[in-house]
């Protein structure tokens, strides 16, 4: 079991790290929200159709439930891909994977913030500080120049990060018995209205789309595989693995996109982007030191026992 869930580890960090790779090479055909749009409503169709089979309320009923479910719709699908699809323009798949990893810092600035019962210790803190640092190392500004692509490019990426951050930790604050599956697949496709609204509104058109096998392809690839199979795996592993196993899930991507960016791009990783990250990820294990030490105790304990 536990080779399984590497393995599966490994195949969603892969096909998460290589999305910003497949969203890089989509933006050449499609316009940027309009493709964040159409991945959406394949993958909320694929997804409610899941749910339709695995769990027996696949329908939300009730303010509360539709309330999660207009959060997920509002910030984790259609706040966070506007500024994602966006903010790839004009930088490279491994630097707004990155940037993306911050999520779990920010996740646990907002929680301590919003969340009452959570504590934000001085090493807490410093450890969201050098997250916040590490984006500033990445993205390298020029203060002479401020509104530089790659900079506004990755201040977008970056309120992506913010968005999805947020909008997990207010999911959290809402005390609902929804079925996950049942809340992703409806956030999807209301994020997937809302994004297409936002697109008409940008001027966007389908008039405009360069229909290729190539931005097919990555159409399919990111509704399909990250976005279908890539939140079932993630639901699989959150049960066996817990929050903190499967956090780490956002700091192996970046290697993903790397590579891939690379291999079918010719995008070359920089010293500063590397820098970045290896900040980012201090970061996180100075917030998260104490689940850290839990977990790896518990490792050591499953080991000795032979389990």
């Not at 590497?6 to 989509?26: D, E, P, Y």
């Not at 392809?217 to 639901?235: D, P, R, V």
């Not at 990783?269 to 970045?276: E, H, K, R």
């Amino acid at each position: 079991m536990k080779y399984r869930n590497a393995a599966l580890f490994v195949v969603l960090a892969t096909v998460w790290g290589s999305s910003f790779t497949a969203i890089r090479a989509g933006l050449e055909f499609f316009p940027p929200v309009l493709f964040a749009a159409l991945r959406y409503d394949i993958a909320g169709v694929v997804m409610l159709g899941y749910a339709l089979y695995a769990v027996e309320r696949w329908r939300p009923v009730g303010r509360t439930e539709w309330t999660v479910v207009s959060i997920g719709g509002v910030f984790l699908i259609a706040a966070y891909h506007v500024f994602l699809f966006v903010g790839e323009q004009g930088t490279t798949s491994a630097a707004a994977a990155v940037v993306v990893s911050l999520s779990p810092v920010l996740t646990t600035g907002f929680a301590r913030v919003l969340l009452p019962d959570e504590r934000l210790r001085p090493l807490g803190l410093l450890g969201l500080a050098i997250g916040f640092v590490g984006v500033v190392v990445l993205s390298n500004p020029d203060p002479q120049n401020l509104l530089a692509t790659r900079t506004v490019s990755l201040a977008l990426v970056f309120l992506a990060a913010l968005s999805f951050a947020f909008g997990s930790v207010l999911t959290r604050r809402v005390d609902d018995d929804l079925p996950i599956e049942t809340m992703e697949a409806w956030s999807m496709l209301l994020g997937a209205v809302l994004m297409h609204g936002i697109s008409l509104g940008l001027g966007e058109s389908a008039g405009s789309v360069t229909w290729t096998s190539e931005g097919l392809i990555a159409l399919g690839y990111l509704s399909f595989a990250a976005s279908a199979a890539g939140f079932l795996i993630y639901f699989h592993l959150l049960d066996r693995l817990g929050p903190i196993e499967i956090n780490l899930v956002s700091y192996a991507a970046p290697f993903a996109a790397a590579v891939t960016g690379l291999v079918f791009l010719g995008e070359r990783p920089t010293i500063v982007t590397a820098a970045g990250f290896g900040l980012i990820c201090c970061g996180f294990v100075l917030i998260k030191r104490e689940p850290i030490r839990e977990e790896l105790r518990a490792v050591r304990s499953r080991g000795l026992s032979g389990e």
